[in-house]
Nanobody, 122 residues
Framework: QVQLVESGGGYVQAGASLRLSCAASQPTSRPLGMAWFRQPPGKKREFVSSISRLGNNEDYTPSVQGRFTIARHNATNTVTLQMNSLKPEDSGVYYC???????????????WGQGTQVTVSS
């Protein structure tokens, strides 16, 4: 069983940056696709970004394209999300996920972290 622990959330002003980190408890028998999802207040959880098992393919939801950057560091079993030019609509609980299939849908991920809160004030 892989455990994921997120860190790096916080309260910032619009335009600021945050860097989220997700650490896996142990390496897996084969690389997993990794992703970040978020749940805005009062809304359903939504896809933010994903990175393929080998780290050679990244995907972003259009609203964060050009502002967020996902990266994976297989040597340390971590994945990061650099978030720049933050907007109030980026607020929510951010979840790290890992799975065999990966992709934009929650069904592609078997392992989930507990989430870290990001609040962007205007």
């Amino acid at each position: 069983q892989v455990q994921l622990v997120e860190s790096g959330g916080g309260y910032v002003q619009a335009g600021a940056s945050l860097r989220l980190s997700c650490a896996a408890s142990q390496p897996t028998s084969r690389p997993l696709g990794m992703a970040w999802f978020r749940q805005p207040p009062g809304k359903k959880r939504e896809f933010v970004s994903s990175i393929s098992r080998l780290g050679n393919n990244e995907d972003y939801t259009p609203s964060v394209q050009g502002r967020f950057t996902i990266a994976r560091h297989n040597a340390t079993n971590t994945v990061t999300l650099q978030m720049n030019s933050l907007k109030p609509e980026d607020s929510g609980v951010y979840y790290c996920a890992a799975g065999i299939r990966g992709g934009r849908f929650e069904s592609g991920y078997q392992y989930w972290g507990q989430g870290t809160q990001v609040t962007v004030s205007s």
